[in-house]
Each structure stands twice: as structure tokens, then as C-alpha cells.
């Protein structure tokens, strides 16, 4: 039986009747209105509620099942699978500030480190290599070496062998791709040297863990620095 309250609606007046009515039946599951495992009201509930068709409704509601964040059971009703939508999930954090995503990627990308320096595999070795050997073969080419960066820095956390990691990680891409660009084009954050990347992969390379992990966060750490002089941070 729904247990929420169809009266935390508001009526839809303008705009995508269907992008509205995503948002509206957003909202009310993400802030806890609707509960994980509870049964959403009916079509006709739901319509009367949002003063829309049954036909907009049952089209946001498969929008939201698509993203997981609902569960249509034949002939038992709907009910809400999960209070993200991943989708807006990554929307979010990449109008976050920079110097925010350089904190979680460090957080990241310095465990991913240790662990790579542990488990890492010849091929593993060889992936990392090439795509630091073609990073210093861009050049001036920024766009080249942004692109063979992003290639080692996530072929470091596949070498973790760590699953949820890498998953994670690459759920981030976008906002890592994000923060590698504005490093390597803001003239005012100190840019990681190809030197800097070589030092990492040596002690990933002889499997010096905390030696791995220190570099890691020596990689990012004085871009976070100059970010936090500029305010950016608490």
C-alpha cells in the first residue's frame, strides 16, 4: 500500500509536461517522501495530483524506471528502486567546483596507487607505459596529451584490480577528464610534469606502495593548494 503523500505534488503549468513530471517524481523520491520499496500512487492518482495526462505520466515513469530509479511489477503497481538517478547523479557533480573533484580524485586515485603497486601485472605495466610514452610524445599537442593522460591514469586504477574502484572510477570519468583539462590549460595550477607520472609508475613498476600512493597525491596536491588560495575551498 503507498505510505507517501500524493499531496507533496505540484501542479505542472508550464514547460515538458514530461520533463516536469520526471523532475516532480524525482524530487519526491529523493528527498525521502517515497522511500526505497515503497509503491508509488496510481496512474490516475498520480495524474489527478500533477494535472497532467496518464499517458505523460506513464512516460516519465518509464524514464525513471530506465535509470533505476523505479521498478514497474506487472500487475503489482510501481515501486521505487533507488533514490539517485545516476544520470543526474554525474550532472550534479560536474557543476561542482574544481577543487572539489581534485579532492575525490585524489581520494581515488591515491588508494588506486597502493593497490596498484601490489597487484599490478606485466600487462598491466605495459599499458601504463605506452600510454605515458605517447603522453610525452604529444608534445605541445594539448589535446593528444590530456587524451594519453586520461589513458594512464585510468589504466593505473584497472591495475588495482580492485572491481567496485574501478567502477567508481569510471562513473567519475567525466569529472576527472574535467579536471585534467583545466590542469593542463589554467596557467595559474602548477601542471603535473611527465616526470612526475614516470616517478609513479617506477614505484608502481617495483611495487613500493606507499611510495606509490605519496606520489599520487604529490600529483594533484599543489593544484589543490593553489585552488584553495583562490577561495575555492573552506
Do not use: C
Request: proline letters at 3%.
Amino acid at each position: 500500500m503507498f505510505k507517501g503523500s500524493k499531496d507533496m505534488l505540484t501542479k505542472i503549468r508550464k514547460g515538458s509536461l514530461v520533463d516536469t513530471a520526471i523532475e516532480s517524481l524525482r524530487h519526491n523520491i529523493e528527498n525521502g517522501e517515497w522511500p526505497v520499496g515503497t509503491r508509488l500512487p496510481v496512474e490516475a492518482e498520480l495524474s489527478e495530483a500533477l494535472g497532467i495526462s496518464r499517458n505523460t505520466i506513464r512516460e516519465a515513469v518509464r524514464v525513471l524506471a530506465h535509470v533505476g530509479m523505479l521498478e514497474t511489477r506487472q500487475g503489482d503497481g510501481t515501486y521505487v528502486r533507488a533514490n539517485r538517478d545516476a544520470g543526474e547523479t554525474l550532472r550534479r557533480i560536474a557543476r561542482t567546483r574544481l577543487a572539489e573533484q581534485i579532492e575525490v580524485r585524489i581520494m581515488l586515485e591515491t588508494e588506486a596507487a597502493r593497490l596498484a603497486a601490489a597487484r599490478r601485472t606485466d600487462a598491466d605495466l605495459k599499458i601504463m607505459t605506452t600510454a605515458l610514452d605517447d603522453r610525452a610524445g604529444a608534445g605541445t599537442d594539448i589535446a593528444e596529451r590530456i587524451r594519453h593522460d586520461e589513458r594512464f591514469h585510468h589504466a593505473l586504477v584497472k591495475a588495482s584490480h580492485n572491481t567496485a574502484l574501478i567502477e567508481l572510477y569510471d562513473y567519475f570519468a567525466n569529472a576527472v577528464s574535467q579536471t585534467i583539462e583545466q590542469t593542463e590549460t589554467d596557467s595559474e595550477l602548477p601542471e603535473p610534469s611527465q616526470e612526475d607520472h614516470e616517478l609513479l609508475l617506477a614505484a608502481i613498476r617495483r611495487k613500493d606502495a606507499d611510495k606509490a600512493e605519496s606520489l599520487s597525491r604529490a600529483l594533484l596536491s599543489p593544484s589543490l593548494q593553489a585552488l584553495q588560495l583562490r577561495g575555492e575551498l573552506p
